[in-house]
């Protein structure tokens, strides 16, 4: 079978940003279309030009793209020439070589939501492809609410596409605007329309997640014989988002029959950056990123429960899809009470701790891990105070500095323009090298406000460690999940500190009190403890 | 066309606790049972007995219900008979039903994972569901890796089916382990299952999220001819997670062709409660709800782009695949405070403030609390705070008394045993009848453990309050749940407090804050003022 080639268009710019509290600047977009274009897209909708300020400066300022950056907008309107349409012609003018507008396919949109007539659609349509086309733009028709308007009217949808199609469109998109197709009607309709005479060839499919079957959806339409896909990186967009390209492109390059018929833009190196470039868009957003997310998510690969976690210690193809190295993604396998020995082993190795098959001390950590956890500790996610765990059991972790005491304490009270006001102030006591020293810290941000007592211990903390300090410079407190939880009888604080440093390295780290203060700081003194031991083993690993 | 039934089966105890970080207490299961009982599923797999104390607590206290409680296990292990193999006697003995038992179907896994023989397996296999009939059990065979065993070696695949098949299962559950299977290979190969002579009426469907398809998986199957579905609530499960039965309730029950085709345990009435259970369920795990949730999500029917809302407001069903309220769900429209403002009289009549349609206060009102919610605060369930809030917009709040300031201060340090104790202190300055009163709490607790900064405030706090101390003695902090959540464009501390009195009122406050004590001291000077305007109200009632 001779391969084919199916092209890949994002919307993240435009659809994406439709998704409720997503707002993209300027400089945000520009940095989303590096990674778009680094990733291996066909084409990158950059924004709809003239519709508001933030797109039009994007289009003034638009970069050099492999892919072909694309400008988005509307057929022009009913009662006037597709040259004399304002809203047309600041879409044009954007200058990109491809131009995408989206047009009415269903009847009752045309006259409920439009109030025009059935014919002046179709003209509008033809008129405004025409007009791209004599510009020398590559044409793309958007077909909105086509599967809807195919069902409730297929003569009419048709026509619209035909007209489309005649006056020289590359492609034509036909869109699931609502999200409720589902996708074996979505083949079904595809097909009728090829056999209609609309070729698969300049075919797209643009799907919504309204019954989580966007992807489910945009596959059905390639089966049936469509040749681009749309979607958003993370499947951002309106309601329940868009397709998600992040799923879709390693569905597509490693998944049959898929991997064996088509050929996409995505390289297998770029492929393995695609973890990253999720996680990046997530931290452009300032979102946790989600952990069950197909291929990418920090879960994907975490093998949990006990019969999974010794299986894979044997074969991982016994319990996964794929090679989680592919997509740049990692095998987890997360201690919990339903853990055995060989899960333990499995996480000590990746810790870089090598524990002997039948090592009483296995049956030692595995003792005071369950014990933790019954009074609300959790090491499913904190990794990192896993490993400081076990190497103390082991008797393998140094003490590189010790706590001697720490106060904090929250005032508040009026300011001097009689506003109240609060400030948190910390102090802690550490001895290192034999030595003490004392810190104190507030807890400011930029603006003057406080942060919170967590804040100012972690900053006093962090503030002298002596010939340690050094190795904790580039580390930063990144995410803060309290919850309270059961320990044993009694209601407890479980806080969950993620970490961050100059490396790229991401670290959790779990503490647990009644004490809210005390809990973090656990956590805090966990995350600098993992930190020192990677920095200290790294900075030995050459004399070794 | 007849109408035929398809069967749902809840594994949100059993896989759904193979989530990352998810950990069930029994209390929980046991909340988390009620709550499917009352959707309708028609099983309910409630763990696996004998694994794990918590499971085997749960089987202990399992409550009645409508839908058949099912305990999970393995089938019998190699060298040795069905009734001396105490891993399955414990399953047994749970004493339900309906029991599922867990079998291999794939060559490569029953050598390698396992490490018998062929034949060992199939006999395994058969005499275990056997031995659930012969135990007047309802029997069901889990046929793991089933997809990829079949893609393997389908004449061995087919062998484990019909062993069960033929030792009377009443139900065989296709499972995709991995995750891995795409829709239309899952239709082919269930369909192949059938032709081979296991009828669709005993075959089920276990899938799962790796590739974005658990959903659309499940519905092929169903496609197909499997009757029954395995899923969990909102899609938990290990890994990616498993199909969400929050999906696919309303997919069966409201989209073509099932709506048409299929009857389910699920009620439109239930239906309605469905948003409802998804957010309990998150509650529970203290989760943030995912916004983009198809069917129950905060953003499912959120229409940003200007084009949809305008149309919408002509006609719903333009961008809307089904009304919101089918799901319990509502529309959101940005702009539009017209519903806001008919939602807004509504709670204040709950709170038993009357306010005519038309009043300016209401918009007043919403705009304060449309402010307040984008700095992080939520009114659904702290209605104390909502009162406490509108009464202050209407001038209607009498001021009690006035914090002036407070300081709490957590210190850690060696005891004279030599072991780090802490110790939380708060003083609180109010000035209550124009005078001033200063109280100071230690938080201790009975065995003189401390309890951390912000029982110190609640107790210091509720020390001495002058006129009002009798009114509040008789009240108590019984839960306090803490979420970061995002504030503007920070992340802030978001703390919810529960009181109740000795009256059985029982009533919830919300504060929000960078600084986490700020924010709990926040929701307990709401808990206050609540208490007393219901207090001094009532003592004034009978004179009125």
């Not at 079978?1 to 977009?29: A, C, H, I």
């Not at 976690?309 to 090679?323: F, G, M, Q, R, V």
């Not at 720490?406 to 034999?434: C, H, I, P």
């Not at 004392?438 to 942060?451: M, T």
């Amino acid at each position: 079978m001779t391969r084919e080639r199916l092209y890949l268009y994002d919307t993240t710019l435009r659809d994406g940003q439709q998704t409720q509290g997503v707002q993209f600047s300027t400089p945000e977009k520009l940095q989303i279309t590096e990674m778009l274009d680094r990733l291996g897209v066909d084409y990158i909708e950059g924004g709809w030009p003239g519709a508001n300020p933030t797109d039009s400066a994007f289009f003034a300022e638009a970069p050099e793209t492999k892919a072909k950056m694309t400008a988005f907008g509307m057929t022009k309107r009913a009662g006037r020439s597709a040259a004399n349409d304002d809203v047309l012609a600041a879409v044009v003018n954007a200058g990109t070589g491809t131009v995408c507008l989206v047009g009415k396919t269903h009847d009752f949109h045309v006259t409920t939501a439009l109030g025009i007539g059935l014919d002046d659609n179709v003209e509008n349509i033809q008129a405004s492809l025409s007009h791209l086309v004599e510009n020398k733009r590559e044409a793309i028709f958007d077909a909105e609410h086509f599967f809807d308007g195919y069902k409730a009217n297929p003569d009419y949808a048709l026509r619209c596409l035909k007209a489309a199609q005649q006056a020289g469109a590359r492609w034509i998109v036909l869109c699931d605007t609502n999200g409720g197709t589902l996708p074996t009607e979505i083949f079904r309709i595809v097909t009728e329309v090829i056999e209609a005479g609309i070729a698969g060839e300049i075919l797209g499919i643009h799907t919504h997640n309204d019954t989580a079957n966007a992807v489910a959806g945009s596959l059905a339409a390639v089966d049936a014989g469509a040749r681009q896909i749309q979607g958003t990186l993370n499947g951002l967009g309106e309601r329940c988002g868009n397709a998600n390209l992040v799923t879709l492109i390693p569905t597509l390059m490693l998944k049959e029959p898929y991997r064996s018929r088509y050929d996409i833009g995505v390289t297998p190196e770029a492929l393995t950056a695609l973890t990253q470039v999720s996680r990046q868009l997530d931290d452009i957003l300032n979102r946790v990123p989600t952990k069950q997310a197909p291929f990418v998510g920090a879960s994907a690969f975490a093998h949990k429960a006990g019969l999974h976690a010794s299986a894979i210690l044997k074969d991982p193809t016994t319990y996964e899809h794929i090679d989680p190295a592919l997509v740049g993604n990692e095998r987890v396998i997360p201690m919990s009470n339903q853990a055995g020995q060989s899960n333990l082993r499995r996480r000590l190795a990746d810790a870089g701790i090598r524990v002997e098959q039948g090592d009483p001390a296995l049956a030692r950590m595995l003792d005071e891990v369950k014990e933790r956890e019954a009074r609300g500790y959790t090491y499913d996610s904190a990794q990192a105070s896993f490993e400081v765990l076990a190497r103390q059991v082991l008797g393998d972790m140094p003490e590189f500095f010790e706590v001697k005491r720490y106060r904090v304490t929250v005032e508040r009270r009026k300011n001097k323009y009689n506003k109240m006001v609060s400030l948190s102030e910390a102090v802690v006591v550490v001895k290192v090298d034999g030595e003490k020293r004392l810190s104190v810290s507030e807890s400011l941000d930029e603006a003057g406000s406080d942060r919170g007592p967590v804040n100012a211990l972690s900053t006093a903390l962090a503030k002298d460690l002596g010939q340690y300090q050094e190795a904790i410079a580039d580390m930063r407190l990144v995410d803060f999940k309290v919850r309270i939880t059961q320990g044993g009888t009694e209601a407890v604080t479980r806080v969950i500190i993620d970490s961050e440093d100059g490396a790229g390295r991401r670290w959790s780290t779990v503490g647990v009190s009644p004490n809210i203060v005390d809990a973090s700081f656990e956590a805090l003194l966990d995350a600098i403890n993992w930190k020192l031991l990677r920095e200290t083993r790294a900075a030995k690993a050459p004399a070794e």
